[in-house]
């Protein structure tokens, strides 16, 4: 077995990919007493499970054969968000609600597209995610699924939304420069700005504890021009 880092680079997230014995993870340690992650079956369905981080307290929170994946804890960790799809091949993926104890399940989005990568404000108010239902767009929701916007609004790719700790402004990636960089916005979507401005890539960003400074991974090679 070996692992792969995904960190989510916001405070007390991180994810975790473990290959080798056909199980996969997704790990979302928000909070300090319960873990939250998807476990990969190998008939190619995952559900959502929480556990101490003793790794006792094993709980199936989803039960089905579904794809679902990308948990998110609420600020108060009495909720999780989640994507999920009938079909394991991950197609039409949309966004749902749980209580902890896996009860309450409520549905967010409804469309024909993947939405994916989705996490909750610091504040517990609006959930931001990744939508491919017209190119790669960031989108916000309410916890209930209704004031759904299109924050990004750009015909390029945009993707991997995270919050700033104070919850003003969101850091993604785009490739509107005819490459990956990293952005950042505000939470309603104005003042779209590059941070990087590089001729590489640069992807995966994430905030510190502090909001002060941004992480991400970043690669010299420059992409290959389309045919």
């Given at each position: ?35 939250a992650f998807s ?166 960003p994430g905030w ?20």
């Amino acid at each position: 077995i070996f692992w792969q880092v995904e960190s989510s680079l916001i405070p007390g997230g991180s994810g975790w990919t473990a290959e080798g014995d056909g199980t996969e993870y997704y790990l979302e340690p928000y909070d300090p007493s319960l873990i939250a992650f998807s476990r990969f079956a190998s008939d190619g369905s995952s559900n959502i499970y929480s556990m101490r981080p003793d790794g006792s307290g094993l709980t199936n929170l989803t039960h089905n054969k579904f794809f679902n994946r990308y948990p998110d804890w609420s600020p108060q960790a009495e909720k999780i968000v989640f994507a999920s799809s009938e079909k394991i091949e991950r197609s039409n993926v949309d966004l749902f609600v749980i209580n902890a104890d896996g009860s309450g399940l409520t549905r967010l989005t409804d469309n024909p597209a993947t939405d994916s990568f989705p996490e909750w404000s610091p504040h517990g108010t609006r959930i931001v995610f990744q939508s491919d239902r017209l190119n790669a767009e960031i989108f916000v929701v309410n916890p209930d699924g209704s004031g759904e916007i299109n924050l990004s609004n750009n015909s390029a790719e945009d993707s991997l939304p995270h919050w700033s700790p104070d919850g003003m402004r969101i850091v993604f990636t785009s490739k509107r420069d005819g490459n990956g960089e990293v952005y950042v916005m505000s939470y309603a979507g104005s003042e779209q700005s590059n941070l990087t401005g590089s001729p590489g890539t640069d992807e995966f960003p994430g905030w510190s504890p502090d909001g002060v400074k941004i992480v991400f991974a970043a690669s010299s090679e420059t992409p290959a021009p389309k045919s």
